[in-house]
C-alpha cells in the first residue's frame, strides 16, 4: 500500500512563496523517481516537476522553469517543491507521486493519489 502526503499549501498574494512537502515510506522513495503535479479547477491534471532518485537531476515543465525548484532529502523521504513568485494561474491542488518519462514528459506511476495541497494565489 503506497501512502503519499501532501503538505504545505496555502493562500498567498501574487509574487509570493511557499515550499511543499511529499512525505513517502521509505520503500518508495529510495529507489524512485518522484514529481509533482498539479490540477487547476476546470483543467487536467498536468506535471510539474520531476526528481531523479539517482544522482540530482530535475525536469520542469516550461511554466515552472525558473520560479519553481524541486528537491528531495533521501534521508526524510521527503519530496519538496520551492514555489517562488508565485502568480494566480499557479493556483491549483499540487499532488506527488511517484514518475516515469513518457512520450516526451512525465506521467504518475500510481492510480492512488494522496488527498493533494491546495495552493491558492491571489490577485
Known amino acids: 500500500q503506497v501512502q503519499l502526503v501532501e503538505s504545505g499549501g496555502g493562500l498567498?498574494?501574487?509574487?509570493?512563496s511557499l515550499r511543499l512537502s511529499?512525505?513517502?515510506?521509505?520503500?518508495?522513495?529510495?529507489?524512485?523517481?518522484?514529481?509533482?503535479?498539479?490540477?487547476?479547477?476546470?483543467?487536467?491534471?498536468?506535471?510539474v516537476a520531476a526528481s531523479i532518485w539517482r544522482g540530482a537531476s530535475t525536469y520542469y515543465t516550461d511554466f515552472a522553469k525558473g520560479r519553481f525548484t524541486i528537491s528531495r532529502d533521501n534521508a526524510k523521504n521527503t519530496l519538496y517543491l520551492q514555489m517562488n513568485s508565485l502568480k494566480p494561474e499557479d493556483t491549483a491542488v499540487y499532488y506527488c507521486n511517484v514518475v516515469r518519462a513518457y512520450g516526451g514528459s512525465w506521467t504518475y506511476e500510481y492510480d492512488s493519489w494522496g488527498q493533494g495541497t491546495q495552493v491558492t494565489v491571489s490577485s
Open 12 to 16: 498567498v498574494q501574487a509574487g509570493g
Open 22 to 47: 511529499c512525505a513517502a515510506s521509505a520503500r518508495t522513495f529510495r529507489i524512485n523517481d518522484m514529481g509533482w503535479f498539479r490540477q487547476a479547477p476546470g483543467k487536467e491534471r498536468e506535471f
